[in-house]
């Protein structure tokens, strides 16, 4: 079985956000960037330990980035994946999705593991994407996955419980949170990334349908505003006309 | 040109989200004139009611048990046959287990854009439609432009 | 890396190239990953336990270790044949810095890392490595050190512990008693230092616990690193095969010395690590708790202590990157001599041996100050062992004592230089008569220099005048009994700690800028400046206690006006540049440098 991993490179999660160019571009200078939490913690990690336990033969990462991403996909591979490819280009959801389905078309994957969402633009879109352009069947939001011969075993919440879904390879899925435990890389496999083959390949259709037209910073949470257990009148008047939920 | 929203029935009863779909919808429909068509699967009398009243002008109401099974690949292909035969310009899923994995694989069947997650009301502008949406995991919001149809 | 060939202890006589040095900022991709890797495995695996480590819970630490083992983090300096990952010098004081910040598990870490596995790293033959690094690498096995005993502490040498050639000369026989064995509760290899026979000086022995004969005390109730195994350690007729004696008979002192010199350095590393942490701390502390309705890093005396925590931070990071550069050329240029890898670390390591106790006193004081600090920022909270500052203030204590107390240190900084101006090896007689021949001279009175550094580099300069006029006026005058003098030694060891630092951080600016700019290096600048600043009034004095203890009449009158005119400084508003620094560190909620 061969696994493909997308992944992404979005601004660690305590970064503090802000906008450059009159507000429509995300201002990079001073972010650190990260491996997506999702696509690291729930889909690369559980690949990697199908492929340990003998049932995957190998990982290969993906990410549709420019060149300043591949610190990050190094990381991928300090974490043991085995290749990876960078397809030179930017866009949205459906564009990186377009890419990486175009790629995985030709290349043949057994299982293509998507992180549940991005921390960045949270659109928890590309793994269905995936599987429209590919046409392979789609599991969402999987906690848990195994894999027999070709066919996949996995848990998904749904509401009220989780179900148990049996599907066939080929398959995507989107991991959420239960998949995997996070892991720390190792000495050995920080080591080893920088010997590890990456190709990048260009960009084919550009079908980018959507952009930002502009950000904007959320509200900060207020803080705290305690009230005397005593004085229900006051709570009830904040409620009401501060927080506007009776 | 119509605006189609799919809805789902869970124990029951209309999903809160499904209708709230609905009534997201019919807002768009009041800005640009359109008319609000609405998918329900399997639904009984009540339901439909219940989907009308939320703002829906049109309900396509699709009797087949297989598609309560949550399989989206079958739930794309109805969704999109039914996209097809109401000319509609824009879909609405609500954002949850089938939205998430029902919304982009259509996407990428109809070459249609996709803003996951809108939390306001969109803006019209010229041939493009204007999505707000939480990015940066609630840390900021983005204005999107779709300019697809 | 360095274009130009340093020596160690040079940097009194001799002005430095800021290209030639390291800074932090040059870090690459892969170091950064391990440092991560590092920090991430304290925040995961040792932070959110550490009231049980401090409980000592049996067998905690030891399962620790193994974990911090399974990701290398054990074997960063070991060569890649021996299990490790034959990581260069730099890089293991990066991981030696991460892992710094990990309380009693970093003193567990750093004891088997270090003086545990290095004397058999450096000193073992090939069987002896090819048994025990592997194993020490992996974590299966813990090591420890055995040097000081309940009457030799500081005197290392003085030791009592007795080795005896079996008749049949198979084994010797280890009796004696240590004492402040870390990891000594569950350690599986001890390195012992002993006397065979009559010896002058100690010999080394690879001991493991198998061996039997070797007893503990219980654990020692310590002030601070309370998770630390510390035991009085007996040998009592502990048989040792021959073939575990490590080096050289009598060339145990010599082992435990060049130890100490790679302990000194990464003990400085692994306090910034801890420093760090602790002002990050005290950040946020300060940007959350709000008194008289605004948060107490709007007001000035905390922002004063938070600006003065960062500088501290950064002055002694640049200098223990600069130094540990300095020793890892060192090493590459004996290596490419022709020495072999282990001789060369240990001969590269001793070039540095000055700069290496500098770091040593003044990283284990910025730690304390951090910690001092922090206690008093967190205000009544700072006092409750419910939070955070009470560990890092006892536990940071502990620093200025081992590896050599900071006095012996002191005393070390002094003597080294002056033995190797005696042995022809550090020209300071040379520039000593240049700065007296300055004394009687006519004051010189160039037009100023107003371009970038060039201030800040004339200061240094005369920072390093007023060591050469106070140590060389003390030899002159004391003579032989300079070295009982040590209030002198202690004055002239501060002068040079502040020197090296300072000049280390003013390099550190000058290349960032060279880099990025001076405009994105306006706090690097402040920084810098405020550094130099305060360490021009401690030479100060410093120098004039020295001077005035040994000197009288007009010969100290005139030495005074020198070291005046080589202390003197333009103003400077260092509230100013306080206030730059500490709202950097507010507007980014953490340590940011």
């Known amino acids: 079985m061969k696994i493909l991993v997308p992944i992404s490179n979005v601004p660690d999660t305590t970064s503090k956000i802000s906008f450059a160019n009159n507000d429509t571009e995300f201002n990079k200078s001073g972010i650190t960037f990260i491996l997506n939490p999702y696509d690291e913690w729930y889909a690369l990690v559980r690949a990697m330990e199908l492929k340990e336990s003998g049932k995957a033969e190998k990982v290969t990462l993906i990410h549709v980035g420019l060149a300043d991403s591949e610190p990050t996909i190094r990381k991928g591979f300090a974490l043991g994946a085995d290749d990876g490819v960078r397809i030179d280009g930017e866009g949205d959801a459906y564009f990186v999705a377009e890419q990486v389905s175009n790629y995985a078309k030709e290349n043949g994957y057994d299982l293509i593991m998507a992180g549940k969402e991005t921390i960045n633009y949270n659109g928890s879109s590309v793994g269905a994407l995936i599987a429209g352009f590919l046409d392979y069947p789609f599991v969402s939001l999987a906690t848990k996955l195994d894999v027999e011969g070709t066919t996949a075993t996995l848990e998904q919440d749904i509401d009220g419980g989780t179900q148990i879904v049996e599907a066939q390879l080929p398959l995507v899925i989107s991991c959420a949170k239960g998949m995997a435990e996070q892991r720390i890389p190792n000495m050995k496999g920080i080591m080893a990334a920088r010997t590890k083959p990456l190709t990048i390949v260009a960009a084919g259709q550009n079908n980018n349908f959507t952009n930002v037209k502009s950000f904007a910073l959320s509200a900060g949470r207020t803080t705290c505003k305690m009230i005397d257990e005593n004085n229900m009148d006051e709570l009830v008047q904040l409620l009401h006309t501060e927080a506007k939920v009776i | ?149 | 890396m360095s274009t130009t060939k340093t020596k160690g202890g040079e940097f009194l006589i001799k002005e430095t190239n800021a290209q030639d040095i390291f800074i932090p900022e040059q870090w690459n991709e892969e170091q950064l990953m391990m440092k991560k890797t590092c920090d991430d495995f304290i925040d995961q695996e040792v932070l959110p336990i550490l009231d049980r480590i401090d409980s000592q819970e049996v067998g905690l630490m030891p399962s620790l270790m193994e974990k911090a083992g399974e990701l290398g983090l054990l074997g960063v300096s070991v060569p890649e044949a021996l299990g490790g990952m034959g990581a260069d010098f730099v890089t293991s004081m990066l991981t030696t810095e991460a892992l710094g910040a990990g309380y009693s598990a970093a003193v567990a870490f750093s004891a088997h890392t270090g003086i545990g596995t290095l004397p058999i790293l450096y000193y073992g033959n090939e069987e002896q490595k090819k048994k025990y690094i592997p194993k020490l690498a992996s974590g299966e096995w813990k090591a420890c050190y055995c040097l000081t005993e309940p009457s030799s502490g500081s005197d290392a040498n003085s030791g009592k512990t007795t080795a005896k050639l079996t008749a049949d000369g198979k084994h010797y026989i280890l009796n004696g008693q240590k004492m402040w064995i870390t990891n000594g509760g569950f350690a599986d290899i001890f390195t012992v230092f002993a006397k065979i026979d009559d010896d002058k000086n100690l010999s080394a022995f690879i001991v493991e616990k198998e061996f039997g004969g070797i007893s503990l005390n219980p654990e020692e109730h310590k002030m601070g690193i309370k998770g630390s195994s510390t035991r009085q350690v007996f040998f009592n007729e502990c048989k040792v095969p021959v073939e575990n004696l490590l080096s050289e008979r009598e060339n145990g002192f010599k082992i435990a010395v060049n130890i100490l010199n790679i302990g000194r350095i990464k003990l400085a590393g692994a306090a910034i690590g801890g420093s760090k942490r602790a002002a990050t701390q005290s950040i946020k502390y300060a940007n959350e708790r709000i008194q008289f309705e605004r948060p107490i890093s709007k007001y000035g005396a905390i922002r004063y202590k938070l600006a003065e925590q960062a500088i501290r931070i950064f002055a002694s990071e640049s200098a223990t990157y600069r130094a540990s550069q300095n020793m890892e050329d060192a090493i590459h240029e004996l290596i490419a001599g022709g020495m072999e890898k282990a001789k060369a670390t240990l001969k590269g390591i001793e070039q540095f041996a000055v700069e290496a106790a500098i770091l040593k006193v003044h990283g284990s004081e910025t730690l304390d100050y951090v910690a001092d600090e922090g206690v008093q920022i967190y205000g009544g909270m700072g006092y409750s062992a419910e939070a955070p500052m009470d560990r890092i203030y006892r536990d940071s204590r502990i620093n200025r004592i081992f590896e050599g107390t900071n006095e012996i240190n002191r005393l070390l900084i002094v003597d080294m230089i002056l033995k190797r101006a005696m042995k022809g090896e550090l020209d300071l007689m040379g520039p000593a008569q240049k700065v007296a021949n300055e004394l009687v001279g006519i004051p010189e009175f160039s037009e100023p220099d107003d371009t970038l550094f060039a201030y800040e580099k004339k200061l240094i300069a005369n920072f390093k005048k007023a060591i050469l006029l106070t140590a060389g006026g003390a030899v002159q005058k004391l003579m032989t009994s300079l070295s009982k003098e040590q209030e002198v030694i202690m004055n002239i060891a501060n002068m040079a700690i502040e020197t090296y630092v300072a000049e280390s951080t003013l390099l550190r600016v000058e290349k960032m800028v060279s880099m990025k700019g001076e405009a994105s290096c306006e706090v690097q600048l402040a920084i810098a400046r405020s550094y130099i600043n305060s360490a021009c009034d401690k030479i100060w004095i410093e120098g004039k206690e020295a001077l005035n203890s040994f000197a009288e009449g007009d010969e100290l009158r005139m030495m005074l006006i020198g070291l005046k005119r080589y202390t003197k400084q333009e103003p400077f508003n260092a509230k100013a540049a306080r206030q730059t620094v500490a709202q950097a560190l507010i507007a980014e909620n953490k340590y940011c440098f």
Request: aromatic letters at 4%; a positive charge; proline letters at 1%.
């Open chain 2, 1 to 149: 040109m119509s605006i189609l929203v799919y809805t789902e029935i869970n124990k029951g009863k209309v999903k809160k989200a499904s209708l709230e779909a609905v009534n997201y919808a019919s807002k768009i429909a009041e800005i640009t004139g359109a008319s609000v068509t609405a998918i329900a699967i399997n639904a009984d009398a009540s339901q439909i009611e219940e989907i009308g009243k939320a703002g829906a002008k049109k309900i396509l109401s699709i009797k087949n048990e297989e598609l309560t099974s949550l399989d989206n690949s079958l739930l794309t292909a109805a969704v999109e046959q039914a996209a097809k035969t109401e000319n509609a310009k824009v879909i609405i899923f609500s954002f949850d287990l089938v939205g998430k994995a029902v919304a982009p694989r259509l996407s990428a069947k109809l070459k249609a854009g996709l803003v996951a997650g809108a939390v306001d009301y969109p803006v019209v502008n010229g041939a493009s439609l204007e999505v707000k949406k939480n990015v940066f995991s609630g840390k900021a919001t983005a204005i999107y432009s779709i300019n697809t149809s």
